[in-house]
């Protein structure tokens, strides 16, 4: 069966500094993989998505950015966090195609001072 | 384009009561339609999905959900709730297409009072 898994679960990092956030995905291949946060009390906003290796495409401008380095990895980054960045990140894959259902892990709560 | 409304914000009900969290949707073609439910501080789970078939979709915890064309409505439902279910619930569209992506409501907060 397929496993997501999120790395940290938390994470308190001053302004201005860089951020890494890692998501990988285990029993299934060529996976598309995408980036949510929400916001305190929020629904959810995509903010990349990737259909495969190197392939990424980004939904808001902002200061992050993302990497997917190998085929079930993806990896949130920033080089100087600001406040807004606060909020609880979340990755999910799915098998695209028609129905693409999404399935998500476990997220990291970002709290950013 | 397609979107997702979840009139509701937040929906308080009493232990053993019945609930119903409403989601419309607008779309220009068919759709499939799903409902996640998200326990605090963790990630979203699969509650049901709508792909054809029986309008009437049941899911895991004792949810049901009726997908209604004519009404661009795919409400969830539960007979009775428990503490446990205290959560948020998302509804979720996506276009028959295999390009397009889904698209989440905002949300539904569901308060189970004891």
């Known amino acids: 069966s397929q496993t997501i898994h999120q790395w940290p679960a938390t994470l308190v990092q001053p302004v201005g500094s860089p951020l890494s956030l890692e998501c990988t995905v285990e029993?299934?291949?060529?996976?598309?993989l995408y980036w949510y946060r929400q916001a305190a009390g929020r629904g959810l906003q995509l903010l990349f998505y990737?259909?495969?290796?190197?392939?990424i495409s980004s939904e808001v401008p902002q200061n992050l950015s993302a990497s997917r380095p190998q085929d079930r990895q993806f990896i949130l980054s920033s080089k100087k966090l600001l406040l807004s960045d606060s909020g609880f990140y979340l990755c999910?894959?799915?098998?695209?195609?028609?129905?693409?259902?999404?399935?998500f892990g476990p997220g990291t709560r970002l709290t950013v001072l | 384009a397609q979107s997702v409304t979840q009139l509701d914000s937040q929906v308080p009900v009493f232990e053993e009561a019945p609930v119903e969290l409403r989601c419309n949707y607008s779309?220009?073609?068919?759709?499939?339609l799903f409902w996640y439910v998200q326990y605090p501080n963790q990630g979203l789970q699969l509650l049901l999905k709508?792909?054809?078939?029986?309008?009437l979709v049941k899911g895991i915890n004792g949810f049901e959900a009726e997908f209604n064309k004519s009404q661009t409505s795919f409400h969830l439902r539960k007979p009775s709730v428990h503490i446990s279910d205290t959560a948020e619930y998302f509804c979720?569209?996506?276009?028959?297409?295999?390009?397009?992506?889904?698209?989440f409501g905002p949300g539904t907060s569901l308060s189970v009072i004891p």
């Open positions: 029993g299934t291949s060529n996976p598309n």
């Open positions: 709508y792909l054809s078939g029986s309008t």
């Open positions: 779309s220009s073609v068919s759709v499939y």
């Open positions: 979720a569209v996506k276009m028959k297409t295999s390009y397009d992506k889904v698209i």
């Open positions: 990737s259909v495969g290796i190197g392939q």
């Open positions: 999910a894959w799915s098998n695209g195609g028609e129905v693409d259902t999404q399935y």
